[in-house]
């Protein structure tokens, strides 16, 4: 039903102008494009450092059914799933934040006929297009390790998009919540401990039953799950469920910084 009511009230073309007010910033000098290259270097680094060197301790895992990779290959799709989540995360917290807070952006946007909604959508997929620079370029670098095949790479590419989406819709649903850039320190914590506990660096069976109760719970549990099975051609009927849970969290997401933008700057 909300999917409904959002697709009722959405113009592409307004969408789209949302989206060009973001190029014609980008135009505006090379500072923020110092931001998103330097976006694609940490995920980089942390599967060269543990990935590849503590992998070289570590050997190869068992990744269900009697399967076994080397530790880099399975670190490899978690970190293809993190650079999805961080890139849309970025573009949708501080920045949506500032837009809306601060720079007064979006309602200088409401006052043409740009919607709400339009505005959301339209910052959501300027988000896609960051991610999709990350998760490009870092399937590059899997495909050029041999961590991952050309035709799993590609596969995997759409997965990381709907992880970005996902989180970059929950991101701008947060951001409508805050009150002041403090409060980011606690969505930078909660960000952190994702990476740390999500089946990122060791299979989440290793972890104690009630810990690994919550971590199948979290959304970059699922994230990585489904990006990883992709990326190293273990294709099953679990990865409908995790693309699910991401769906959902994505509509749910959108749907709520639509509202919230509409109560705030509209009221």
């Known amino acids: 039903m909300v999917s409904?009511?959002?697709?009722?009230?959405?113009?592409?073309?307004?969408?789209?102008?949302?989206?060009?007010?973001?190029?014609?910033?980008?135009r505006s000098g090379p500072a923020y494009w110092l931001v998103v290259v330097s976006g694609f270097f940490e995920p980089v680094l942390y599967l060269l450092s543990i990935g590849v060197g503590v992998g070289a301790l570590v050997g190869r895992?068992?990744?269900g059914g009697g399967?076994?990779?080397?530790?880099?290959?399975?670190?490899?799709?978690?970190?293809?799933?993190?650079?999805?989540?961080?890139?849309?995360l970025a573009e949708t917290t501080f920045n949506f934040f500032f837009k809306m807070k601060y720079a007064k952006t979006f309602e200088a946007i409401?006052?043409?006929?740009?919607?709400?909604?339009e505005i959301a959508v339209g910052e959501l997929a300027w988000a896609l297009v960051r991610s999709a620079v990350y998760t490009g370029a870092f399937l590059v670098v899997m495909?050029?390790?041999?961590?991952?095949?050309?035709?799993?790479?590609?596969?995997a590419f759409p997965a990381a998009m709907l992880v970005a989406l996902a989180f970059g819709g929950v991101g701008m649903a947060l951001s409508t919540l805050m009150r002041g850039w403090q409060d980011f320190d606690l969505l930078g914590t909660g960000q952190f401990a994702l990476f740390l506990f999500s089946g990122t660096f060791s299979p989440v069976s290793d972890y104690p039953a009630v810990m690994e109760a919550v971590v199948v719970a979290t959304p970059l549990f699922h994230a990585v799950e489904l990006v990883r099975g992709l990326a190293i051609g273990q294709v099953g009927w679990g990865l409908v469920g995790h693309a699910g849970?991401?769906?959902?969290?994505?509509?749910?997401?959108?749907?709520?910084?639509?509202?919230?933008?509409?109560r705030t700057l509209c009221a």
């Open 4 to 26: 409904a009511m959002v697709a009722a009230r959405l113009s592409p073309v307004r969408v789209g102008a949302v989206m060009g007010r973001n190029v014609g910033a980008l």
């Open 143 to 155: 495909v050029a390790m041999g961590l991952t095949g050309g035709w799993w790479a590609l596969a």
């Open 61 to 63: 895992l068992e990744v």
């Open 245 to 262: 849970y991401l769906v959902v969290m994505a509509v749910a997401g959108l749907a709520f910084a639509a509202r919230r933008i509409q």
């Open 110 to 117: 409401l006052a043409t006929p740009v919607r709400p909604v």
């Open 67 to 88: 399967r076994v990779v080397d530790y880099a290959a399975f670190v490899a799709p978690a970190m293809l799933a993190v650079s999805a989540m961080s890139g849309a």
